[in-house]
């Protein structure tokens, strides 16, 4: 199966949008029956609130019809007619307003449409550099598409392209340079995927974020290269790392905002590079990182803090890596319960613990260095019992935290 095949059904359906309603009108009679009942009611509701605001008791009579009042008559008459007639015009107006607009949408779509195509053959070349061109092609598309659906289609094919069968480095073995330059120049094409999804969710504040809101579907992939995401927000939509294997370069949140919808590190793995949260605050909606083996690399979570939501760190492996959990300040719901600390080296020195906010409950400690001196606040939840009495010599405790000296 060629790779723009594997694109095309890795994809997701399209997000339903509001343009696709957009010629579902009700017919002119009827449109004008409901027009004309709306507006005899509100002549009605006017003419009631000025009899009643006035306080007239009733209306003198007379038996004849001089000529002022036939007059009168006469421009009432006139000014029914001229307002029915602006009720119609009213209505077949905007009747056309919305049928030229759902017309140009659908050219808008129908550019759209092929330009996609067009990107997405250039994906499946054999060359690098025209894949490269594809993938611009297909950034540019996502931040020009006329609405949600056809943005997340666009961003849906990069991230199927990461997820295709990832081919490691050959080595420098003279005998396969050759193929190692194929395996470079294609790398670049995935190292541009993954630079553009990280600039387009760091633009400062003030600039169009056109894919804020927007899913992320990064499932099973190997990253390696940079991501960079230092000051992103994420508001809403799901980034997702679930089974993601980290074995090379720098993925940095540093001062990100996760202020709604969930970011995703399931059952990923933290084989090499570095991957770092200094910085980030965690304010609402959740991180998950159930089942994340930390076996190498280093992972910093330095100076964060857990205002809201919550972060899963439930039956995590920290068997190799080096996880800093420094000055951070946990407020709100963070889960170690079943976390299994096996080698390496874990850092919670400095942090602050709010009451209740913290589980390590059923956590094993069985040869991580895991060190909470001059950790401050309340004792997280099921800490004391994880670790057991005495603590082991590789686990130091908080010294406000150990029982008193007989």
Known sequence: MSPVSILMRSIRRPRSSPNDRELRLWKVGRALTVTFAVAVLAAGSAFYSLVVLLDIQEIDTTAKLDAKTLFDLVKLSFGVVAGAGALVALVVAYRRQRVDEAGAHRDATRLHTERFSQAVDKLGSDSPAVRLGGVHALAGLADDAPDDGLRQTCIDVLCAYLQLPFTPDPGTDPAVQEERHRYLAFRKVRHTILRLIGDHYRRPRGTHRSWEGCDVDLTGVTIDGSMDFRGAVFSSGMVDFSGAVFSDGTVDFRDTVFSGGAVNFIDATFSGGAVSFGGATFSGGAVYLHGAVFSGGEVSFNGAVFSGGAVFFSGAVFSDSTVYFSNAVFSDR?????????????????????????????????????????????????????????????????????????
């Open 334 to 406: 963070v889960v170690f319960d079943s976390a299994v600390f096996s080698g390496g080296a874990v850092f919670f020195s400095g942090a602050v613990f709010s009451d209740g906010a913290v589980f390590f409950s059923n956590a094993v400690f069985s040869g991580s260095n895991v060190s909470f001196a001059g950790s401050t606040g309340s004792t997280p939840q099921g800490l004391l019992t994880a670790v057991g009495t005495p603590a082991p010599a590789e686990v130091v405790l908080s010294s406000a935290w150990l029982p008193p000296v007989p």
